[in-house]
């Protein structure tokens, strides 16, 4: 008799034993051993062979900026984040020691033009890549992304999301401190 109430008690807990087994589970799916989602297979190795048109009608290749250190702009016109880091772009293109590449991503050539006209032109090329094609080789996340090139090539970081002036700046010392081949 005694057998079937001990039986039946442990039984009311089954329910709160399962919920609580998988909010575990739930908790680390989300947070435990998880792949930085910043990261890119690209950092440390060549920059992509991008050959793209560009806003004036010439052909942007990243390769040609070899021997100079370069932080590359991917936007678009339609996105907005992109308008509020517009700023942060001209204060980078200030600085010599590095070149300020844009990358109109799947955007309408004609938009991307009455863009830059509105918000300035803070690059020294503009290439356009309007079938995404240079984004795929990137792995672009989406816009804005923002990579800093060194001067030999490689990948040194990407930021996702919009250039604040904090970021601003470590992306300016890092374009910086590998600007000599």
């Not at 989300?30 to 048109?53: C, E, N, T, W, Y």
């Not at 980078?92 to 918000?119: M, N, W």
């Not at 032109?121 to 503009?126: E, V």
């Not at 001067?151 to 700046?169: D, W």
Request: charged share 20%; hydrophobic share 45%.
């Amino acid at each position: 008799m005694n057998a079937e109430p001990k039986a039946n008690r442990l039984m009311a807990f089954l329910p709160l034993a399962l919920f609580l087994a998988l909010a575990g589970l739930f908790v680390w799916a989300m947070f435990g051993q998880r792949v930085d989602r910043h990261a890119s297979a690209l950092i440390g190795k060549p920059v992509p062979p991008i050959l793209l048109p560009d806003m004036a009608g010439k052909t942007l290749d990243l390769a040609s900026y070899k021997g100079r250190a370069v932080i590359l702009n991917v936007y678009a016109s339609w996105c907005a984040p992109c308008r509020v880091e517009h700023p942060m772009l001209f204060q980078l293109a200030k600085d010599k020691r590095f070149v300020v590449i844009g990358l109109a991503y799947r955007d309408d050539p004609s938009k991307t033009q009455a863009y830059l006209e509105e918000l300035g032109d803070p690059y020294a090329q503009t290439g356009i890549d309007r079938q995404g094609a240079a984004g795929v080789q990137l792995g672009l996340g989406g816009v804005p992304e923002t990579y800093v090139i060194s001067a030999k090539g490689v990948v040194l970081t990407r930021h996702q999301g919009e250039i604040t002036p904090k970021i601003a700046g470590e992306l300016a010392q890092l374009a910086a401190r590998n600007s000599a081949p």
